[in-house]
């Protein structure tokens, strides 16, 4: 589906992140993202972070230029959509860890919610920066999840990575399946750690995009496009793949580490 819908809410969730709502009457399930843009700027794929009902959302992170401006749109103003493109979470699993390391939450938030309506039970694992920036927290609360939170500073919760979180929590209880989105490398510590206890994990991955078809090669990662066979991956795919948690590709093709601009 391609259409241009107006903006109808705009919430400031935390000092980097926005949410965007806007009429998007079509089906999407948790895991998916749409193709944003607006008159004059590029466009965007960004994960739905509201996929029920007729008005969807995206919560964008302030990074570089273009986030900004999607950020800064305000209500009335209008916006193109194209999708919903990629595959989803698989809400089969009866207990689920949820492992999310800043603006991360924003896919991982209506995957929990749905699984949670269905009688999933969902521990999460909520990593940030500072208190501030913990998203989504009361949403996963609101849904009847159990919260564990991690913040850089220590301003709340465990000071240090959410990482050790995900990790305490894996080795004290039992869980079918491990759902993560963040940073790579925080990806790929609970996929190895998860996956020594035999719980499968799946990572929702991001990628430079342009068609979104599977057509451009733009999104390849290893032998996959991460438009068409993700976001969300088997972290067994994901692993032996030497670009994953270590480099990306920027818009021409070249190969980057992360952390590098
Ligand atoms: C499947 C998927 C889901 C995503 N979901 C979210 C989300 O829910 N929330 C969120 O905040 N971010 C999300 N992102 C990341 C987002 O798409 C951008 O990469 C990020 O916002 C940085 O863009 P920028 O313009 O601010 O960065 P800049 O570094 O300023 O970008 C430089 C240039 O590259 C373009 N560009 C940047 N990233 C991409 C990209 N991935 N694909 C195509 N062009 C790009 C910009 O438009 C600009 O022209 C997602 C990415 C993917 C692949
Ligand atoms: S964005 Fe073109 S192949 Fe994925």
Not at 103 to 113: D, I, M, N, Q
Not at 229 to 243: H, I, M, N, Q, T
Request: hydrophobic share 40%.
């Amino acid at each position: 589906m391609r259409t241009v819908v107006r903006v109808t809410e705009r919430v400031v969730e935390t000092p980097s992140t926005v949410t965007l709502r806007f009429p998007y009457p079509g089906p999407a399930a948790p895991g998916q993202f749409v193709m944003i843009w607006f008159p004059g700027d590029d466009e965007l794929p960004m994960s739905l972070s509201y996929t029920e009902g007729a008005s969807k959302g995206v919560t964008i992170k302030a990074m570089g230029t273009t986030s900004r401006n999607v950020q800064e749109l305000a209500v009335g103003a209008t916006v193109g959509l194209r999708g919903p493109y990629g595959n989803r979470f698989d809400l089969s699993a009866r207990r689920v860890l949820v492992v999310g390391g800043g603006s991360g939450a924003a896919v991982l938030a209506p995957a929990a919610e749905r699984a949670a309506a269905q009688g999933t039970r969902v521990t999460v694992a909520l990593g940030a920066t500072q208190s501030a920036e913990l998203l989504f927290r009361h949403r996963f609360e609101e849904m009847g999840a159990r919260v564990e939170v991690a913040t850089d500073d220590g301003s709340e919760g465990t000071k240090g990575f959410v990482t050790s979180v995900a990790e305490r929590l894996l080795t004290a209880e039992r869980f079918d399946a491990v759902w993560t989105c963040g940073p790579e490398i925080m990806m790929q510590k609970v996929a190895v750690a998860a996956g020594a206890l035999g719980v499968p994990v799946f990572c929702s991955v991001e990628r430079h995009m342009k068609c979104a078809l599977g057509l451009c090669d733009a999104c390849a990662l290893g032998p996959y496009h991460v438009c068409v066979d993700g976001p969300v991956f088997p972290a067994e795919r994901l692993l032996p793949l030497a670009e994953f948690g270590r480099s990306h590709r920027d818009p021409s093709g070249r190969r980057v580490p992360f952390g590098a601009r």
